[in-house]
């Protein structure tokens, strides 16, 4: 398992934008990643997910054309670029890595990701 750190939360105001990093500890080019936010009293919920050969990218609905996943595998690095927040989504924002390396098919369920990182905190008031 690879050690995920976050960062890049805060407090924001309603339509602003924030960048949320993620690094790896190891090599995560062969790994799809993804990220998931957790609000208050709801279950972790798949934000996006990214392929580990960039090809293939997800989103979940209500933050498509808003919210944009990528990565740096030079680097182990895995980016979600947040624009015109709301306040819906207010949660914890978790890194997760594939627990198989090169799966041909993208992840969608917490149960695939084998490697999590701590999260950072996004609020973000209206």
């Known amino acids: 398992q690879v050690q995920l750190v976050e960062s890049g939360g805060g407090l924001v105001q309603a339509g602003d934008s924030l960048r949320l990093s993620c690094a790896a500890s190891?090599?995560?080019?062969?790994?799809?990643m993804a990220w998931f936010r957790q609000a208050p009293g709801k279950e972790r919920e798949l934000v996006a997910a990214i392929s580990w050969s960039v090809t293939t990218k997800t989103y979940a609905d209500p933050v498509k054309s808003r919210f944009t996943i990528s990565r740096d595998n030079a680097e182990n690095m895995v980016y979600l670029q947040m624009n015109s927040l709301r306040p819906e989504d207010t949660a914890v924002y978790y890194c997760?890595?594939?627990?198989?390396?090169?799966?041909?098919?993208?992840?969608?369920?917490?149960?695939?990701?084998?490697?999590w990182g701590q999260g950072t905190q996004v609020t973000v008031s209206s």
């Open positions: 190891g090599r995560t080019s062969s790994y799809s």
């Open positions: 997760a890595a594939d627990s198989s390396p090169n799966r041909p098919v993208l992840p969608s369920t917490p149960a695939a990701f084998g490697s």
